[in-house]
């Protein structure tokens, strides 16, 4: 797990380790997230916080797997998602779905990130509008 502040700074062997998932090695980069109180382009509320920010920007690279945890106490009714939209199907968008795994115990979500994933994505809760915010696919 890495600070959301420094992935576009680490070398790869400090950022990632190899794991075997689904028939596949791939590269994986993780996130601690919760809930907590905040403001970000929605508004002020409830809004998921990634390591210690209030829904941050985060930036993924092409061919390589993240990880969020998701089993903090705080997110017992705010699953988090995926979209190709803004704040998802709070906004007439739809769960993204592509390499994306759902595990319930331990409650994780794992996205691999491959040439024909959208250079934006946008994380969000399925219950509550304005929690989440942008993924920039590099």
Known sequence: YVNVEQIEILEDTE???????IGMIYNRIGFFVKVGEGENSYGTGNKYIIGENVSPELFFQ?????????NHPSLETHD???ST????????????SD???LVQTPKEMYI??????PDTLYYFCINHPGMGGT????
């Open 15 to 21: 950022a990632y380790e190899s794991v075997q998932s």
């Open 62 to 70: 092409r061919n390589l797997c993240y990880e969020f945890d998701l």
């Open 80 to 82: 988090l998602r995926i």
């Open 85 to 96: 939209t803004a704040d998802g199907t709070h906004n007439d968008g739809i769960v993204y």
């Open 99 to 101: 390499n994306v795994e």
């Open 112 to 117: 691999m990130v491959t040439d024909s994933t």
């Open 135 to 138: 993924i920039t696919v590099k």
